[in-house]
């Protein structure tokens, strides 16, 4: 009987974030099972101990589990070999497993990786689920359709249902031993396509003129607002979390939090003058963002706070925003975002190449940055057809 065990950190398989499975592979006699233990990005692995570099959050505790599971894997391997246990005990069904326990083992497993957004997720998805305790492979159509009767129940919009089955779906595939079955996959929630708000040059003004208290925070929402349109749209918790002393030499250098993506971006005159009213006044360079991580909290912990802090933070804009609109007489509903969607529509009139525009605003993948395009479009395209329908009209 031939039997091994190897570790693998596998990149032909890649994850929507960059990143690749860590394998524990059982091969006997040229049957193959493989259980996924861990994921990371490939300058996180060490293929010299075949571990994860300790610079990589929360290493250790991710390599300990590894160990861990290593371990057990030899000891069952040793029992087969000499026969104290048959080798069908390494490739049998998987018992009976509820969603809770598998929700659990996601909460568990996001922790290790510290994936403290995703964690949050998966801690609400299991709060919603009423039945709590069937067995996963009894998930079936008429489960799903009902679990999503009860998130309508609860005012979800369709995006957000959708992303919740989605969710749920992945931990199927993880913890069922029939996986995603078509009967999953069939199921579809109509999703209304939002509409991508954006202003014109004219609005951008308006806001840029509008007269307001000097050191008031919204002042200083309004600025905020405005640097994101001139720092290409950047996401609006990047700029919340921006140091003075990332504003250097007329660029600014900064980690994107969604894609840990490094970004230098180059100061254009216009943004000049805001960067130099709040640098070096505050704790960050604007004065909303005052997390610190507290040394008494682990390192996942201390990121889940972070994360709520920074949504408190953008809630805080956001109202400022809306005031703002409101004193400008813009009718659209005004977020952080929108000046995302503005630097968008803006690049996109100038330049007339997606792999530009793409990289312009920190996609990850062509795909999505083209349906980004489309949706883009398409309020406008709409508008234009709406004045052709009417122009006749007097």
């Keep these: 009987m031939h039997i091994s065990l190897n570790l693998i950190y ?3 398989k890649t994850y929507s974030d960059g990143s690749h ?14 259980k996924v233990l861990a994921r990371c990005h490939e300058k996180d692995w060490d293929p010299d101990t075949g571990r994860l570099r300790t610079t990589m959050p929360n290493a250790n505790a991710i390599n300990q589990y590894i160990d861990t599971e290593f371990q057990n894997a030899e000891r069952d391997l040793y029992e087969i070999r000499s026969g104290q246990k048959p080798r069908s005990e390494i490739f049998k069904s998987k018992p009976f497993i509820s969603i809770e326990k ?5 909460l568990t497993r996001m922790q290790l990786e510290h994936k403290s957004g995703q964690y949050d997720k998966i801690l609400g998805l299991k709060r919603q689920i009423k ?3 069937i067995d996963i492979r009894d998930i079936d159509r008429e489960w799903i359709l009902a679990l999503i009767d009860d998130f309508r129940e609860r005012r979800n919009i369709g995006s957000t249902i959708q992303k919740k089955v989605k969710l749920l779906r992945s931990v199927i595939a993880r913890y069922s031993e029939k996986g995603v079955t078509n009967e999953h996959r069939n199921i579809r929630i109509p999703v209304q396509n939002s509409i991508k708000v954006k202003l014109t040059r004219r609005e951008i003004h308006l806001i840029e003129n509008l007269q307001l208290p000097g050191n008031d925070l919204i002042t200083a929402a309004r600025d905020l607002f405005i640097l994101q349109i001139y720092l290409r749209g950047i996401r609006v918790g990047d700029i919340l979390q921006a140091y003075s002393s990332d504003f250097e030499n007329d660029r600014f250098f ?3 939090d969604k894609t840990n993506k490094k970004f230098s971006l180059k100061i254009i005159d216009t943004a000049r003058p805001i960067i130099d009213r709040y640098k070096g006044k505050h704790q960050r360079l604007f004065p909303f963002f005052s997390w610190k991580p507290n040394e008494k909290l682990t390192a996942f912990e201390n990121e889940r706070r972070r994360l709520k802090h920074k949504e408190s933070c953008t ?8 005031v703002i609109a409101g004193m400008t007489g813009i009718t659209k509903p005004l977020s952080s975002h929108v000046a995302r969607h503005t630097f968008a529509r803006m690049a996109i009139d100038k330049i007339n190449n997606p792999m530009i525009t793409m990289e312009l605003l920190g996609h990850t993948s062509l ?6 395009l489309k949706d883009l479009r398409q309020e406008e395209i709409l508008d234009d057809a709406a004045d052709d329908i009417f122009s006749g009209i007097s």
């Design 10 to 12: 596998y990149v032909h």
């Design 21 to 34: 499975p860590i394998l524990l592979q059982y091969t006997i006699n040229r049957k193959v099972k493989r």
């Design 102 to 106: 598998a929700l659990d083992r996601e």
């Design 131 to 133: 039945d709590i305790n």
């Design 254 to 256: 900064y980690y994107d």
């Design 315 to 322: 809630t805080i804009v956001n109202k400022h925003l809306k």
């Design 367 to 372: 795909a999505i940055h083209q349906q980004y």
